[in-house]
């Protein structure tokens, strides 16, 4: 998380404000890209486990959204964003950012009540490979991008059948995911080197809750239904949106949209790592092999994307 900062001139001045956040990033700076990326996967992870269990007491849709709106307060709580000073152009980025993420998680949320969590994975994370190939500059980018796709879909398994017509659904829900993703990784990139990364994550989180508190009404009272679900929920909330959100702005602001793309791809690998040495469950073959693909795309990544410097102040529109 970045520093807040408590001088009048700071607050004033955009320029000043993201200097300093700079400066008090400057520890998560130093630790490697992937580690922040495992870290991140891990904590998604674990909050989609409590997911999952909340889905026999309210609707994916439900949980969704209750998973934005603690997002949004905990962030917000931390972030306090209403101290920096909001230019139009800013602000809408940052909305834009936020229901991005929304729509992402949102979408996700249907796909895996339709299909297995492996295959939407898989189909997913044709956004982030996109992203790679359009914005990635010589043959690495590319080459790794391929490698991570195969390896994703060698750890993940794809087996769809397209004559059930919830599968055929939950396939162009698992495509269009991967559309926000794309969305996500571009628009997230711009606010990160704006240097109001956490802040516009805070500000357009509660843009995307908004949006989408459509789909909850009516339903909203079953996650007040008990204690249980009431804090279920709110650590899926914590553990899926405000800490992996969080860090991955801390990645956002270091490297480009296409390394970032590919770092994705350590997502599913996390979750076999976890499932190797949390539940004893050994890989097989072709999880090997998938893993052996990812961690070479990821190589070739470390290869071509140094750090990013912070952004000089410029002139806001």
Known sequence: MMSHESSASTRSDPGILARVSAGGRSTADRLPAPLIFVASSLSQYLGAGLAVSLFSLMPS?????????????VLVALRRPWRRAWTRRTLLVATAFGVATATMNVIFYAAISLLPLGTTVSLEFLGPVVVALVTGRGWRPRVAAILALLGVASISGLGVNLGDPDQRIGVLLALGAGVAWAAYILLGRRVASDGAGTDSL???????????????????????????????????????TAVPYGLEQVVLRRL????????????????????????????????????????????????????VPFPPNRARA
């Open 202 to 240: 805070a500000v357009g989180m509660v843009a995307g809750a908004l949006v989408y508190a459509p789909l909850a009404v009516g339903t909203a009272d079953t996650i007040l239904a008990s204690p249980t679900a009431a804090v279920t929920v709110l650590g899926v909330g914590v553990l899926s």
């Open 61 to 73: 849709m439900t949980v969704a959204w209750g998973r934005l709106v603690v997002g949004a307060a």
């Open 256 to 307: 480009g949209t296409d390394a970032f793309a590919l770092l994705s791809s350590l997502m599913p690998a996390a979750s076999l790592l976890v499932g190797v040495v949390v539940l004893r469950q050994l890989p097989n073959a072709w999880e090997m092999t998938g893993l052996v693909l990812v961690s070479v795309a990821v190589a070739l990544t470390a290869g071509t994307s140094g750090r």
